[in-house]
């Protein structure tokens, strides 16, 4: 390829200037009340506990330095995905993002939902109050997918066609209902669900590839995939990157800013040493996701 990776996170925007890109469309980015992100990096101080490695949160940051850091690397779109872990608190995430979402017109309004009487009714208001995505957290919360309380919400999230953006692989902890099982049951019951796929699906990345190939709306995002702090835990074969080029329309950009070990260039210089090529690339960084959320320019 012509154009070369970025050297560092000042470098992105001139990466994706040469590929002919007008910036990034990042996926999976969080965003979360503060009490609530002070948890999560809580959790984060502690993965040599959980995970075995160290997880040094890069951009642990006051919420105006991080949505500057965003606006400085280029990325145009990016959501702010909460997520519950108990029920009773669903609700109230949303409220909350869609307070952050107001006057910020480059965040996704986001929202979330558990498994509990009522979902389908905040869910519903969610989208008439502009939610464009979803996110749902398999191994925090804990429930299985298909729970019959969700079966109104899924329902009219795949009649809407509202993307969501999910966690379900096994990495990089397993839980409950974790990994492709469930999320084969689900998208038998509802087919043409928007969903994407957190990860890749990792570590289970050759199934959750057989489901993107399948099931005509389900995407993958990039999020800490390919990255060497991925690649030592959870690697890749490289035998099935030739699945992954042929998924080029369905394969998004996602980071997980802010609470990722190491600086945002080095999820694109991953990516860009996979060798797929420079459409691939620009595809990803850029056109699905616009594709996905109606992004213009």
Known sequence: MSVQPPADDADVPRYWRELGLPGLVDVHVHFLPERVQAKVWQYFEAAGTHYGSDWPVTYRLPEEERLAVLDRLGVRAFPTLPYPHKAGMAAWLNEWSHAFAAGRPQVLRSATFFPEPGAADYVAQALDGGTRVFKVHVQVGAFDPRDRLLDDVWAHLEETGTPVVIHCGSGPLAGEHTGPEPMEGLLERYPRLQLVIAHLGMPEYREFLDLAERYERVHLDTTMFATDFTERLM??????????????????????????????AHQLQALHRLDLGEDWLRAVLWHNGARLFTIEV
């Open 235 to 264: 690697p890749f074969d490289p035998a099935d990157r030739p699945r992954l080029a042929a998924l080029q329309e369905k394969v998004v950009l996602g980071s997980d800013f802010p609470s990722i070990p190491y600086p945002y």
